[in-house]
């Protein structure tokens, strides 16, 4: 019966064809979708765990995603570090950090906007691999009266001098760097105004992009010592459910107007950001996927209208309602089994291009979205093909052998 | 009872569609033995093949009865019917009605693995006994119409069924060919002692049969 399946599969090849390109299609759309958003969430949350802090501390209303919502101001470090627990202080450092946007390699980049002495709480073991850190003014009122300046297009030494001085230093990590083609020395633009890599990183660190705090606030037009999170490290003795209370202790003291998070979850806190965005990745594979199955449907209905006199053979030949159903069930399930597999390949071969395109973005494949994956394509294939083996069932073929 | 294969007692046959009835078989008493070689005659339209396909448990009758080797097989359960057709029928059509997208072999293997048979030997033995090993991979298109209709008898004797049923078999052929398929069915007859029963226009074909039945209006004459 297998060999009639995959005949009657051949016989019509571009039919076959199509329907197997829908299958894979609608599967690579589904995988490609789910590892692109997910893949970007998890690589953005992995390099947040990165940073050597336990607690997060953001404004209830501060949303990453627009970079709108209230802020944090530097008067607020003392207070949060005289929080104590069993009469001990908790918080040994708090690192400001000030959010701004920029474009680079095609894609808007966060820019972690920090004090140059808080760099290695970022880096960890990476090392700046060409280049140096940044210095920083003492205040953004420093940064704003010399944006008051105009900057010099002049090419003469002094004014290239002039320059440098004026624009924001910047130090990115390695793979924007080669995914952007930039390196130390070459300029960008923040905004409307110059910036120049001072520094690369290794990959891997919090922030694709670093600026000194006080510069990135003046660049912003901001002269105050605003910022957008706080990065706590705690007391090294203190434990998970400790840190968790001391999280509850940091939201009490600002009188909840503060959210505190442990670093480790900051992947929950970016889904719960993205959450929108979740729920249109997965409406668009389950339209992707209806259309795919609808299509199945389609073409096994077709197969089964102009198959009656094959079916009609079958059952004189003695097929029962269970061989008539189960052949047409066999075909659905050859064109999905080949469409998944192809549409996992073409799932990796997109995943090629898309990085080779976008270095930036990651598509993170996982085996269990693969599994599912298989699961969906073969099981929706064969609910798919349900109604026309339905069909095929209701085929009376004393008729059919009489008039064809 | 036992020595027959087929047995009808009054059996009657009426399509309807809707509130049209059309009435085709009335009160058909018929018994055919084990072993024999029947011809079913008649005009047009007379029923024929509403009656074969009844013996053949592809349709129900109406009212009556009819016996396969001594089973009751009007009443029976459409997965039950299907059951004997499939161990105990083999059918010859007309229009060959083999699977274009198969080879021959193929086309006798798919009956037999519904039959849940391992075929290789039952295969290769039915191709032989027509004569025709040497076009075992051949599809149908590729084939002649006799040696066409030579493959659906191969696949009709497969499996060794105590019943042939043949409808028109040689109603597509010319009159070399279709001398060539009675031969043939006359040969399995007498080697394998199967009982054929086959509707036939043809007086030559029909002259093959052990007896003939003549139908018209839907009742035997005679």
Not at chain 1, 20 to 38: D, E, W
Not at chain 2, 109 to 115: D, G
Not at chain 2, 152 to 170: F, G, K, N, V, Y
């Amino acid at each position: 019966m297998f060999n009639l399946a995959l005949s009657n599969l051949t016989h019509r090849k571009i039919r076959t064809g199509m329907s197997v390109l829908a299958v894979a299609i609608a599967i690579a759309l589904l995988l490609v979708l789910v590892g692109l958003s997910n893949g970007t969430l998890n690589e953005v949350s992995r390099r947040m765990e990165s940073v050597e802090a336990e607690i997060v501390v953001r404004d209830r209303h501060f949303d990453i995603g627009s970079l709108s919502g209230g802020k944090l101001w530097e008067k607020e470090i003392p207070s949060l570090r005289e929080i104590r627990m069993d009469s001990r202080p908790a918080v040994r450092k708090v690192i400001p950090v000030f959010i701004g946007r920029m474009k680079l390699a095609g894609l808007s980049q966060n820019v972690f906007g920090i004090n140059p002495e808080d760099f290695p709480y970022f880096a960890g073991t990476r090392k700046i691999l060409s280049g140096q850190l940044f210095a920083d003014f003492d205040s953004p009122l420093q940064a704003l009266n010399l944006d008051d300046k105009p900057f010099s297009s002049d090419d003469d030494t002094k004014s290239s001098e002039k320059n440098i001085h004026h624009s924001l230093p910047l130090v990115i990590d390695r793979r924007l760097s080669q995914a952007s083609v930039l390196k130390v020395g070459d300029t960008a633009f923040y905004g409307g105004s110059p910036a120049h890599i001072v520094g690369i990183v290794e990959t891997g660190v919090a922030g694709r992009v670093f600026a000194p705090i006080n510069r990135l606030r003046g660049a912003n037009g901001i002269a105050k010592r605003t910022a957008h999170m706080f990065f706590i490290k705690a007391d090294p003795a203190l434990q998970t459910d400790q840190l968790r209370h001391l999280c509850d202790k940091i939201e009490k003291s600002t009188r909840n107007s503060r959210s505190a998070t442990l670093v480790a979850n900051y992947g929950q806190v970016l889904a719960d950001n993205f959450r929108n965005l979740t729920i249109f990745v997965s409406l668009v594979s389950v339209i992707a996927l209806i259309i795919c199955f609808l299509f199945i449907l389609v073409t096994m209905y077709t197969m089964v209208l102009e198959r009656g006199r094959e079916i009609a053979i079958l059952q004189s030949l003695g097929a029962g309602r269970s061989v008539i159903l189960r052949q047409t069930l066999m075909e659905a399930a050859l064109i999905c089994s080949i469409g998944t597999v192809l549409g996992i390949a073409l799932t990796f071969g997109a995943r090629w291009l898309i990085e080779t395109v976008q270095p930036l973005m990651t598509i993170e494949i996982r085996i269990h979205w693969l599994l599912l994956a298989i699961l969906i394509g073969l099981g929706g294939g064969c609910l798919s093909a349900l109604y026309p083996g339905y069909l095929a069932l209701c085929h009376d073929p004393v008729e059919t052998l009489s008039f064809e | 009872m036992n020595d027959f294969l087929i047995k009808t007692e009054k059996l009657c046959k009426t399509f309807r569609n809707g509130r049209l009835e059309t009435p085709v078989l009335f009160d058909i008493d018929l018994e055919i033995i084990k072993g024999e070689f029947v011809a079913i005659m008649g005009p047009s339209g007379c029923g024929k093949s509403t009656l074969m396909h009844i013996l053949g448990l592809m349709l129900s009758p109406s009212s009556g009865r009819v016996y396969l080797e001594g089973q009751d097989t009007a009443l029976l359960h459409e997965k039950k019917r299907a059951c004997l057709r499939r161990d105990k029928i083999g059918f010859v059509f007309q229009r060959f009605n083999l699977l274009p997208t198969l080879n021959a072999y193929q086309n006798i293997a798919v009956a037999e693995q519904i039959r849940r048979n391992q075929p290789d030997g039952q295969i290769n033995r039915a191709l032989a006994a027509v004569e025709m090993t040497d076009r075992a991979q051949y599809k149908p298109h590729q084939l002649s119409i006799g040696q066409q209709q030579r493959i659906a008898i191969a696949r009709a004797i497969s499996h060794q069924p105590a019943l042939i049923m043949a409808d028109e078999p040689t109603g597509n052929l010319d009159s070399a060919h279709a001398q060539h398929i009675m031969d043939l069915f006359r040969t399995i007859h007498r080697q394998h002692g199967i009982t054929i029963l086959m509707i036939t226009h043809s007086q030559t074909a029909a002259r093959s049969a052990d007896r003939i039945i003549y139908m018209n209006d839907g009742k035997i004459q005679g």
